[in-house]
Each structure stands twice: as structure tokens, then as C-alpha cells.
């Protein structure tokens, strides 16, 4: 079962994003980007990360880009509650991110679209 980390700084976004989708995934989940670089270094075996995009003191392409210069294996993607923004346009077309997810997000959208990428690259 592959391991997924959700970050979020909402804890109730946390607590959906781990119950909707623990049936297809180990899900570890992290309310900031400080506790989400903290984890993955701790967890070598997550291969997935999906991120909020507006959180506190480091934003969610913020946090991925300092992700990847350590973890450039990982597949990552932003969840978030506003339009597509010029910033997540250009971290798609530079494939810093594989996708991104709108709140409410959608669970079998999501779980599709990570299996998707998983089996691309396996």
C-alpha cells in the first residue's frame, strides 16, 4: 500500500482528507510545512504528497519546491480552495506538480488521478 502525506492547516481537512482516503492509501497527515519536511525525512517510504496551497509562513509550492531539492522522487500535488492562480499554472507546466485538486475535494477524483501517476512511472 503506498504511503500518501496530506499537509493542511486545518485540522478538520486533515481528518477528512486521512478518513476518505484510507482505504486506498497509508495516509500520514501534517499541519504545517516545518511538520511536513519533518516527516518525510522520518518516512522514506511516502511516494505521494498532496498539499494545501494557502497555508501559514510557507505556502504549498513553497513547501514543495524545498520538498524536491531533497525528495525528487516524490509525486506531489496542491489541493486547493480558490481558482487555479497563475503560480499553480506555472508549477504544472514545469511539472513541479503533477496536478492540482479544488476544495471540496473529491476523493475518487484524487485516488484516480495518484494511481494514475503511480502506474506511469512503475
Not at 485540522?11 to 486521512?18: G, Q
Not at 518516512?43 to 525528495?71: C, W, Y
Not at 496542491?78 to 506555472?90: N, Q, R, S
Request: charged fraction near 25%; proline fraction near 4%; hydrophobic fraction near 45%.
Amino acid at each position: 500500500m503506498e504511503t500518501i502525506l496530506y499537509v493542511d492547516d486545518e485540522p478538520i481537512n486533515l481528518r477528512l482528507f486521512a478518513t476518505n482516503l484510507k482505504r486506498d492509501f497509508r495516509v500520514l497527515t501534517a499541519g504545517s510545512a516545518v511538520a511536513a519536511l519533518e516527516m518525510l525525512n522520518k518516512n522514506p517510504e511516502i511516494s505521494v504528497v498532496v498539499s494545501d496551497m494557502r497555508m501559514p509562513n510557507m505556502n504549498g509550492l513553497d513547501f514543495i519546491k524545498t520538498a524536491r531539492q531533497k525528495h525528487p522522487d516524490i509525486k506531489y500535488f496542491i489541493l486547493t480552495g480558490f481558482d487555479i492562480t497563475k503560480e499553480i499554472a506555472e508549477a504544472l507546466k514545469s511539472k513541479l506538480i503533477l496536478e492540482y485538486f479544488s476544495k471540496p475535494f473529491k476523493a475518487n477524483e484524487i485516488i484516480d488521478t495518484i494511481n494514475s501517476n503511480l502506474k506511469a512511472i512503475n
